[in-house]
T-cell receptor, first 113, second 114 residues
Framework: NAGVTQTPKFQVLKTGQSMTLQCAQDMNHEYMSWYRQDPGMGLRLIHY???????DQGEVPNGYNVSRSTTEDFPLRLLSAAPSQTSVYFCASSSPGQTDTQYFGPGTRLTVL | AQSVTQLGSHVSVSEGALVLLRCNYSSSVPPYLFWYVQYPNQGLQLLLKYTTGATLVKGINGFEAEFKKSETSFHLTKPSAHMSDAAEYFC????????????FGSGTRLSIRP
């Protein structure tokens, strides 16, 4: 199993550009989440999904959209990038049958100029 | 509402010394608690977790943590630090019934002195 994969690893955007961060998992996990990590702030939940077709907002959803058309994929879209969205983004997945252990991807480092 | 406070953003210990990373939580219901480790330029991986049962939880790489309800604490310890333990450590609490609603602390960077 590849586990949780994320692409790209690095990305530089200009203010106002849009892009999609990709996340995929091959463990047949129902739950998937997106976090952003900023220095001194730990990880903050952006959006999450408890199954295909179901998504909900986390702590910091503004400026981000998600969709979950399949169990495997959970892309994160930035509609109009802002410098405040410069961060490291992590995708995670878990299964309710595994008592809440989350499996994390390697992260995407995004810089918005 | 649940939250997590990690005391000390940076801890430095000598190789072979005791490691103690502090975590306090607030929760209106019995919590699920976690410690994750992040090595440089990598994602997070689970060290250990407390759900129910025994309050002393053993994890990977010789780490353990004790759930103390009276102190609302879940401190992480390791008797003897190794150079390979240098990393950032995150305490987390599960919020609500969804496994996706996990709240992380701000992290503690552990440095090991030779």
């Amino acid at each position: 199993n590849a586990g949780v994969t994320q692409t790209p690893k690095f990305q530089v955007l200009k203010t106002g550009q849009s892009m999609t961060l990709q996340c995929a998992q091959d463990m047949n996990h129902e739950y998937m989440s997106w976090y952003r990590q900023d220095p001194g702030m730990g990880l903050r939940l952006i959006h999450y999904s408890v199954g295909a077709g179901i998504t909900d907002q986390g702590e910091v959803p503004n400026g981000y959209n998600v969709s979950r058309s399949t169990t495997e994929d959970f892309p994160l879209r930035l509609l109009s990038a802002a410098p405040s969205q410069t961060s490291v983004y992590f995708c995670a997945s878990s299964s309710p049958g595994q008592t809440d252990t989350q499996y994390f991807g390697p992260g995407t480092r995004l810089t918005v100029l | 509402a649940q939250s997590v406070t990690q005391l000390g953003s940076h801890v430095s210990v000598s190789e072979g010394a005791l490691v103690l990373l502090r975590c306090n939580y607030s929760s209106s219901v019995p919590p699920y608690l976690f410690w994750y480790v992040q090595y440089p330029n990598q994602g997070l991986q689970l060290l250990l977790k407390y759900t129910t049962g025994a309050t002393l939880v053993k994890g990977i790489n010789g780490f353990e943590a004790e759930f103390k309800k009276s102190e609302t604490s879940f401190h992480l310890t390791k008797p003897s630090a190794h150079m390979s333990d240098a990393a950032e450590y995150f305490c987390a609490v599960k919020r609500g019934s969804s496994a996706s609603k996990i709240i992380f602390g701000s992290g503690t960077r552990l440095s090991i002195r030779p």
